[in-house]
């Protein structure tokens, strides 16, 4: 019932910068909260970024500083804006969004857009 279609992955070198978006559709009455994981070979899924309803976020240590997350609650969207990238951001990032819809709050998930940083 309820879909994250995400875009903006790709190749960059260190020290670049990349910009994830990501669109909620659906029969969705709220998003609580909009964020990002990501998964590296090996690694588990961690968190990334968070966003809240009425814009509280939260960020992995390890990308403080150089990630900012904000969101367009009037197109159900959230972006990831990504800069000085570095190897060890390489992982395939997933949108998350926890929705209120007609029958409850449910948490949906994107496909996943890969990101890889080159030395």
């Known amino acids: 019932q309820v879909q994250l279609v995400e875009s903006g992955g790709g190749l960059v070198q260190a020290g670049g910068s990349l910009r994830l978006s990501c669109a909620a559709s659906?029969?969705?009455?709220?998003?609580?909260?909009m964020g990002w994981y990501r998964q590296a070979p090996g690694k588990q899924r961690e968190l990334v970024a968070i966003?809240?309803?009425?814009?509280?976020?939260n960020y992995a240590d390890s990308v403080k500083g150089r990630f900012t997350i904000w969101r367009d609650n009037a197109k159900n969207t959230v972006i990831l804006e990504m800069n000085s990238l570095k190897p060890d951001d390489t992982a395939v990032y997933y949108c998350?969004?926890?929705?209120?819809?007609?029958?409850?709050?449910?948490?949906?998930w994107g496909q996943g857009t890969q990101v890889t940083v080159s030395s």
């Open positions: 998350n969004a926890r929705v209120v819809i007609d029958r409850g709050a449910i948490v949906s």
């Open positions: 659906g029969s969705i009455l709220t998003i609580n909260a």
């Open positions: 966003i809240g309803l009425g814009g509280a976020t």
